[in-house]
């Protein structure tokens, strides 16, 4: 989720975000001008995890900060203490067992982006990148690929969303003996180290 994450929000987003903003015959702010911040609020960061080879369950993060200097410096940080799965027990050893918050407070994504990329972007226009980032989680990194539609929401907003799920390995991160033990202590056949990732990401200045 590097770039991936130097913009973003959900499609329902652009539709709730659409009124505000700048007036449509205004000339769009330059986005080189200022660094953006992440809203925390109208952002989200979500993954599935599969159990048994065919339960699908959708987990999400609560609180994902960050934010892209003017020289395109993106930086996101997640709070794995607010990983939510809806069960209280499961968030509980995700925050102990899987992620060791105590140890490990956040994950750190990182890009470098080129933003004047975007400045063509009128309000309401939208272009799809391919961005390139890195992932960093526990003391171990792993760079990742994602496809990404960024939307001119307003003219001081951009919002970024995966075009299509990141695929983040447990083993590139050196998790999998916290995922054995999820799974020993959840009496699971398996589950898969490999899960989709999407996000929605609202960047705001």
Do not use: H
Request: charged share 20%; aromatic share 4%.
């Amino acid at each position: 989720m590097k770039t991936l994450l130097s913009c973003g929000a959900t499609g329902a987003l652009l539709l709730s975000l659409g009124a505000c903003g700048a007036p449509a015959e205004s000339e769009p702010a330059s986005l080189t001008d200022t660094a953006w911040s992440v809203d925390p609020v109208a952002s989200e960061l979500s993954y599935v995890s599969i159990k048994a080879g065919e339960i699908a369950e959708a987990n999400t993060f609560e609180t994902v900060t960050g934010g892209i200097t003017a020289e395109g410096a993106a930086t996101i940080e997640i709070d794995l203490s607010s990983v939510s799965t809806g069960v209280d027990i499961r968030d509980e050893r995700m925050r102990d067992i899987f992620f060791v918050v105590a140890d490990n407070p956040t994950a750190t994504v990182t890009a470098q982006i080129d933003p004047a990329q975007f400045e063509a972007l009128g309000l309401g226009e939208s272009a799809m990148t391919t961005l390139d980032g890195t992932l960093s989680l526990k003391g171990v990194e792993a760079p990742f690929q994602a496809d990404v539609t960024v939307t001119r929401a307003a003219e001081d907003r951009v919002l970024a969303v995966s075009s299509k799920p990141v695929i983040v390995d447990a083993g590139r991160l050196e998790l999998t003996d916290g995922l054995a033990q999820l799974q020993e202590l959840a009496g699971l056949p398996s589950i898969t180290p490999a899960v989709p990732v999407t996000f929605s990401l609202a960047f705001e200045r």
